[in-house]
């Protein structure tokens, strides 16, 4: 379950990172949002966590709908 959460994580780190390619005005929160990404991914992985918490659940959503690529 925890290498499930690890690749969903992984897979918002690189739609975060290709977001410059096709939208470049959003740099600086795109640094942060990859940041805070990068961050989770690391607790996740050194915790063995199998789920989120619920306000993290939530900004994961929240910007899987941000980077979605219309």
């Known amino acids: 379950m925890t290498d499930e959460l690890i690749i969903k994580l992984q897979k918002l780190w690189k739609r975060i990172d290709e977001e410059p390619k096709w939208y470049d005005q959003r740099d600086g929160h795109t640094k942060a949002d990859k940041k805070w990404v990068a961050k989770l991914l ?8 199998t789920r989120l918490c619920r306000e993290d659940m939530f900004l994961c959503n929240t910007l899987w709908r941000q980077y979605e690529r219309k």
């Open 42 to 49: 690391k607790d996740v992985a050194l915790n063995d966590l």
